[in-house]
């Protein structure tokens, strides 16, 4: 055997600190057959620093963990996953190129790294760009001989395993070193007892806070009158069931599309602006028909504060064109209503719910025929078109005329 030359031996890596602990080769550096488990930076970076500090690579050092801080802040948090950027590390860990790569290999034969995509320099050839090219993209991985040292329990093998706890020796060493510097030693006196153990504060009231009052009582307040004033109905809390809840979220999403005005505005906020059509017992088409009357020429920034805000000013003219006492008189004691009951020739044909919400929701183009109808029949139109849309053909019949 050939003797190797002294620039040979210079350029020969140095050997291990650990006769045990071996480099990971070169086909276990890729994510689909590393043993090391996936990690997140934080937890990485820790890991990489027991990694150098432990002495495991001979090449490990301070540049493989400024090289290492620089991935970890530029990793994304759930997935571990960094793009490698050569030249951009170099610039900010001021190395070279070679430098960067020297302790990325590092890195890798420690098990702390992994191939998640081979970059290449190999155009793409993609239309409107000159050149492009493929990055490179890396794992973050913790070996299994660190979950080893820390005591860590560890399910499935391999990329995918996971951390499920620590075992009691593993405890025991991480709890160890918060128990030794609990009770610093004073340098200045060596021999000097530790302190004493300091008694609790008093229990005498502070001048900041009230004394509570529990003469002839219990001092408990119950959780319902604890519940905060939000939606609009008289401020008091709305409870509201899982249930329910995903029945006005499924009844807005019938609503949104027949409603223009409405695609706007999200799901929830809808569906919650929603909620006093959908208490009157409302469907999607009978709640559409309400609000294209109430927005029937423009189109509202906010949809669901407009709702909110045009329903509850509804609630207050009526409340304020109710009259303090119930009506008394009885309908059937006039003469002329039940006169034109009888002579009201008889209808051929019920209608039916469905009648109206057809007409409530597709007549808004015919208004001057439900103005029509209701100057001839005015109950009959309520009845079938609804107090918004009649109101509306009769106002812009009033502008046409």
Known sequence: MRRTTGAASRCAPPACPDPAWIPVPRAFQE??????????????????????????????????????????????????????????????????????????????????????????????????????????????????????????????????????????????????????????VDKKHPGAAPPAVRAPHSLGSHHDVPTADVDGGMNYTSRRNHGTKRGGSGGRASHRSPSQVARDIRIARQVRPLVGWTQREGLRRLAFALRPLIDQGLDAHDVAAELIGLAADWCPARPAAYITAALARDRRSEAARRPGKELTADPAANREWQQWLTARPADTTERTDDDRRHARLYAWDRWYEVAAHYDADPDDALDLYGTRLCAYAVKRAARGA
């Open 31 to 184: 994510v689909g057959s590393t043993s090391a488990r996936r990690a997140q930076p934080r937890a990485w970076l820790r890991a990489v620093a027991w990694l150098v500090g432990a002495g495991l690579h001979a090449r490990a050092g301070v540049t493989t963990l400024a090289v290492a801080r620089d991935l970890a802040a530029r990793m994304d948090y759930r997935r571990g996953l960094v793009l490698y950027d050569l030249e951009g590390t170099a610039v900010r860990c001021g190395v070279s190129t070679a430098t960067v790569k020297r302790h990325v290999r590092v890195l890798r034969e420690l098990g702390a790294l992994a191939w998640h995509r081979h970059g290449t320099k190999r155009n793409l050839r993609l239309p409107g760009r000159a050149y492009t090219a493929t990055a490179t993209i890396y794992a973050a991985t913790i070996p299994a001989v660190h979950d080893a040292a820390m005591g860590h329990r560890i399910e499935g093998t391999g990329y995918g395993a996971r951390l499920l706890g620590v075992t009691d020796e593993g405890r025991t060493r991480a709890v160890g070193p918060v128990f030794a510097t609990s009770h610093p």
